[in-house]
């Protein structure tokens, strides 16, 4: 069996401390003098550590302070409607429409799967995201059942995908693919979004890689942005 490397344990501690919340987002991690101290290694090993999770974007370093957490989705570069981020002046809902549910593939999903997923049934379920009481985005999410076991919505940590993954799963979002356009509303999202038919409004089709060997996470999202833009945080 491979030894482990110290950086590698370190990193590993450090990183699931911040995916279950003992190291919040905003806070700061204990210094490099006494990560040393703690686990009884040098300086240059914590430093390598603290190196992966910047790349990793868990952590940036602020001169003077020490290694700050960061809400990583925010520095994946993915596109989102203003106000999902948290953003204050927004009461923000999240309602399930469609429960997580065992079916085969959506033969509309933009991107090809791999041959592993064809053989597996996949998990769907969709949302509708709420500002301010006003509908903004229907969203349909699909993953493989072979890579993920069925989650239920109200095992959701506070309404989130992602943070579910990250605080129960230790599964990370490590990047995505997107395709955007304009398109007409059609009969099930005007009637979701509360809009006309025909009304246009961005598509975004997410194809979104994770830490887990095997899992991807497909992202279909109808966005009406006549009032909330985008801007490139999202949180699924």
């Known amino acids: 069996m491979k030894k482990v490397k110290k950086y590698q344990q370190i990193l590993e501690y450090v990183k699931k401390r911040i995916q279950t919340g ?32 910047i790349k990793e974007g868990f952590i940036v370093k602020e001169q003077g302070r020490g290694s700050k957490v960061l809400e990583r989705q925010k520095s994946l570069g993915l596109l989102t409607v203003k106000g999902f981020s948290g953003a204050t002046g927004y009461k923000v809902k ?51 059942l072979d890579a993920l076991e069925q989650i239920e919505s109200k095992a959701f940590v506070k309404d989130s995908f992602f943070k579910t993954l990250s605080q129960k799963y230790l599964i990370e979002i490590m990047g995505a693919e997107q395709e955007l ?43 009406n942005t006549t009032e909330y833009p985008i801007r490139n945080s999202y949180f699924l």
């Open 22 to 53: 003992k190291y919040p987002v905003g806070s700061y991690l204990p210094s490099e003098h006494d990560l040393c101290d703690q686990f009884n290694i040098t300086r240059t090993t914590v430093r390598k550590a603290l190196d992966e999770l």
């Open 181 to 223: 356009k304009s398109i007409p509303a059609a009969k099930e999202v005007a009637k979701n979004l509360g809009i006309k038919i025909g009304t246009p409004i961005l598509h975004i089709s997410v194809r979104f890689q994770t830490s887990k060997p095997g899992l991807v996470l497909y992202g279909d999202l109808y966005c």
């Open 94 to 144: 999240t309602v399930v429409t469609k429960e997580p549910a065992i079916q085969e593939w959506d033969a509309s999903i933009p991107f090809s799967l791999t041959e592993e997923e064809k053989k597996s049934k996949c998990i769907y379920f969709q949302r509708v995201r709420y500002i301010d009481a006003k509908p903004v985005v229907l969203e349909n999410n699909w993953y493989a």
